[in-house]
């Protein structure tokens, strides 16, 4: 048994001998899984003892090799030993090799929507290698004679004979950097691969590879090996014919990812006018006892057609990882040297531009639920405008979007979804003033939107008070009516920005207004009502003059305090009472703005701020909400803004 356990490690079979003279040495020195592994092994490859020599021996003639004493000359132990028996165990594998030349285009585009998702909701990064193996084990539904292994004759004289694993053990060829400076390659295995969906075949991929580069390697992870990736591209190499093992059925290698050879020193621009783009070379090295020439040429067409977004396989890929949008599709280019065609994409361009500032909510990431398929409004498509993947790094004139007039196409059309299309929906183009469409739009056209890291730890210890908060709430008064804040503690880093900018913008205060949930959140991190109070309501100790019977009263107070942000400036801060739990409070609010904006006695200042925070349904629900905007256009109610 241990003898079979040690065939089946392959080429990792040099770590099983470097950590079995470690388990020797001091047992302690390996994991328990080592340990458990070393308890019945034996190595395999014991030096034998030399024989006296004979005869025969005697009169061969001298092997033309340089002894060790030469100059340069040392023998070969432990993992290069292993190395040689390696590659001479190989040489008993007939194999051959296919190469394919696989167009990068998609590849890059959706790999790039990938990682923007994933950059922006903290979900890591995919790279092309993911991708490329996820099709690798994908194609093998399409032509299963890869997934054969040849089984060689047994002792009892049978021939030969082929067998096909159920599942699909992936090898992960892995370069390891040794102590002494040396490299070796070690080759984990992602078991049961064909049975995954992307986002569990990325998790396990990284989660091997993290493992390894940690040295937290067991002996499990290398058994079951059916096939193996290797990635030589990493290193600018085109392509290579590895060597395989006994017991594996094909090794598919990946090569480097660039431009044709002979266009490496062309201009960008001309290339891109002529659709010239990346390509990467596939090859399939595999065993041609079981398997045949065209059954490895037709696997790699298999892949390369996945990789060109063939029956869906990016959209299984979103969707695993969960990204709201559509992928981007194949399409041949359409770009002749004709000057009308050049003129009808700039129109197009121009259209699609004003599409995003009227549409781009529609299709922006605002289902917290992912109830529906993601789908992309036609008027949203590029490909509706005749505007293909290779149009992406063609320049067209934008009129002036983020403050540019000529841009990429692609760097147009990032933009404009992290204008309209992310987690926020901006609609605007209704409003018949331009100059405060065009005030919106220099907003929210090529903002930045990064944080720097003093930002970043106010925002969380922001949130951890509102998450602090709650959860005393619903410890200490378990049973009691409450109106939490509980999945909306965003809402409190958001008005302490708002309530921060109005104190350095010179605001002399601040009014605000909302109805029951968080109400208390607000009171006790923003407006500085001391927790002690809001503890003795909750315990009962309320003023009769404002008990009217229910037992909420406390979610109806109002109170006033001063706000003191990250700026450092204090803002004077009120939070109307609101006996409703709807929106009553509008009206309220604004009136009581207008009237310290009166009293303050500075016509056009407007130097009070009124804050209305709002439930989910309010805006579409409640007419006091339509009432209130409409008599804010109104000389007599105006404020200057809400």
């Keep these: 048994m241990a003898q079979e356990r040690q065939a089946s490690f392959g080429p990792n079979a040099w770590l099983v001998d470097e950590m079995f003279d470690r388990y020797r040495a001091d047992p302690s020195s390996v994991t328990e899984s080592w340990r458990d592994f070393f308890a019945d092994y034996r190595r395999g490859d014991a030096e034998p ?4 020599p004979t005869a025969a021996v005697a009169a061969s003639p001298p092997r033309p090799s340089p002894s060790p004493s030469d100059a340069g000359a040392r023998p ?14 190989s040489l008993g594998v007939p194999t051959a090799t296919s190469a ?73 060829a892995i370069d ?6 040396s490299r070796t390659l070690l080759v984990p295995c992602i078991p049961d691969a064909e049975t995954l969906d992307f986002a569990a075949f990325h998790g396990a991929y990284e989660d091997i590879v993290r493992r390894v580069r940690n040295n937290r390697i067991v002996p499990d992870d290398f058994a079951g090996v059916t096939m193996t990736l290797t990635n030589p591209g990493t290193l600018g190499t085109v392509s290579s014919v590895p060597r395989l093992m006994p017991g594996q059925s094909v090794i598919v290698g990946v090569g480097a990812l660039g431009w044709p050879a002979e266009y490496a020193g062309a201009d960008p621009r001309v290339m891109a006018q002529l659709g010239i783009a990346k390509v990467l070379t596939l090859t399939s090295t595999y065993d041609h006892r079981v398997i045949q020439g065209a059954e490895s040429g037709l696997y790699l067409q298999r892949v390369e057609q996945l990789l060109l977004g063939a029956d869906g396989f990016y959209d299984e890929v979103f969707r695993s990882v969960g990204v709201p949008y559509e992928s981007v599709r194949w399409r041949p280019d359409s770009n002749p040297l004709d000057t009308s065609v050049q003129r009808e994409k700039q129109v197009h361009v121009q259209t699609l531009t004003n599409m995003y500032r009227v549409r781009g909510h529609l299709i922006a990431d605002l289902d917290p639920l992912s109830w529906k398929e993601p789908h992309t409004h036609p008027e949203l498509d590029p490909a509706t405008y005749g505007l293909t993947i290779w149009d992406l790094e063609r320049e067209f004139f934008v009129d002036g979007v983020a403050g540019q007039d000529v841009m990429l196409l692609g760097d147009l059309l990032g933009i404009l979804r992290d204008a309209y299309c992310r ?128 037992g909420d009263v ?60 709002h439930g989910d349904a309010a805006f579409a629900g409640q007419g006091v909400v339509a009432e209130t905007l409409n008599l804010s256009a109104l000389r007599g109610y105006r404020v200057g803004g809400t």
Excluded: C
Aim: glycine fraction near 10%.
């Design 49 to 52: 003892t030399p024989a006296p």
């Design 76 to 89: 070969l132990r432990g993992s290069a030993a292993r190395l040689v028996a390696n590659m001479e165990a």
């Design 100 to 172: 394919r030349v696989v167009p990068a285009r998609l590849l890059e585009v959706n790999r790039k929507v990938l990682n923007g998702y994933l950059s922006r909701t903290g979900g890591g990064k995919v790279s092309f290698t993911h991708l490329i193996g996820y099709a690798v084990v994908k194609a093998l539904a399409a032509v299963p004679a890869m997934r054969s292994i040849y089984v060689p004759p047994s002792d009892d004289g049978s021939d030969g004979s082929v067998a096909r694993p159920a599942h699909v053990g992936l090898g992960l």
């Design 176 to 181: 390891v950097a040794k102590a002494d400076g």
């Design 423 to 550: 987690r926020i929906g901006v609609e605007y183009m209704h409003i018949q003033e331009p100059d405060q469409k065009r005030w919106i739009q220099e907003q929210v056209e090529g903002a930045h939107a990064g944080l720097t890291t003093e930002e970043q730890l106010h925002v969380l210890d922001r949130l951890n008070a509102a998450e602090a908060f709650e959860r005393f709430l619903h410890t200490k008064y378990t049973g009691h009516k409450r109106f939490g804040l509980e999945g909306a503690e965003s809402l409190i880093p958001l008005v302490d920005e708002v309530l921060d900018s109005a104190a350095a913008a010179g605001y002399q205060e601040a009014v605000l207004g909302m109805a029951h949930r968080g109400r208390l959140n607000v009171l006790a991190n923003l407006v500085g009502k001391s927790f002690r109070q809001i503890f003795r309501e909750f315990e009962g100790d309320l003023d009769p003059a404002t008990t009217q019977g229910t």
């Design 554 to 613: 406390k979610y109806h107070l109002g109170a006033t305090g001063k706000f003191v942000g990250r700026s450092g400036v204090s803002l004077p801060v009120t939070l109307a009472s609101n006996p409703s739990h709807l929106e009553a409070v509008d009206p309220v609010v604004e009136g009581m703005v207008r009237a310290r904006q009166d009293l303050i006695d500075e016509p056009e200042a407007f130097a009070a701020l009124p804050v209305l925070i």
